[in-house]
Structure formats: structure tokens, C-alpha cells
Nanobody
């Protein structure tokens, strides 16, 4: 059974930085696509970043326009975890952030989801 766990969310002031982590149990991120998504109150869940983790530390990433240049998605080969480094945070980045795994690469469709971690950015 696949179980995803997100962590790292908290309250931060605008302009600050956070790093979110996604760990998986019963699953590996290798040779699969994984994404970070967010859902703000009253809004639909949206994809913000996704990564394909290949062999020999190869990876390919894609970002939503709203976070491009500020967020970085990465994979830790040693621990098989996926991270989302978020810089220059804005109040509009406030949302519950989810890790989505076993994605259809090139899309925002995921088969497995974590419970989410809350990010709150104050102005």
C-alpha cells in the first residue's frame, strides 16, 4: 500500500522561504513522475511543479508559470524523497500543498496523494 507524507509547511512572512518534503512508503519515486500541488480555500487544486526522476541522477522538471523562477522541485537519491524549495513567497502562495505520485508524465494526473502540509504566507 502506497503512503505519501508531506512535511515542512508553516507560517512565513512574504519574501521568505520554505522547503517542503515528500516521503513515500511502499513506493519509489525512481523512474516515475511526481508533482507538488496546492489548493487554496475556495479554489481548485492546481499543479505547481513536477519532476521525472530517471536513473543515474537524471531528472526533468516542469513548473507552473505562477511559481517559475521561485520554486524548485528536486529528488534526493539517497533518501528517495521529493522536495519543493519555495523562495520569494507571496501571500497568494498560501495553500495546502500536496505531493502527488505515480503521475502520468506530462500531465497533472496523479494516482497517489498525501494528506498535505499547510503553507501560510503573511504580508
Amino acid at each position: 500500500q502506497v503512503h505519501l507524507v508531506e512535511s515542512g509547511g508553516r507560517s512565513v512572512q512574504a519574501g521568505g522561504s520554505l522547503r517542503l518534503s515528500c516521503s513515500a512508503f511502499g513506493y519509489t519515486f525512481l523512474q516515475k513522475c511526481t508533482g507538488w500541488f496546492r489548493q487554496a480555500p475556495g479554489k481548485e487544486r492546481e499543479g505547481v511543479a513536477r519532476i521525472y526522476v530517471g536513473l543515474n541522477e537524471f531528472s526533468s522538471t516542469f513548473y507552473a508559470d505562477s511559481v517559475k523562477g521561485r520554486f524548485t522541485i528536486s529528488h534526493d537519491n539517497a533518501n528517495d524523497m521529493v522536495y519543493l524549495e519555495m523562495n520569494s513567497l507571496r501571500p497568494e502562495d498560501t495553500a495546502m500543498y500536496f505531493c502527488g505520485a505515480d503521475m502520468e508524465c506530462g500531465t497533472w494526473d496523479a494516482s497517489y496523494w498525501g494528506q498535505g502540509t499547510q503553507v501560510t504566507v503573511s504580508s
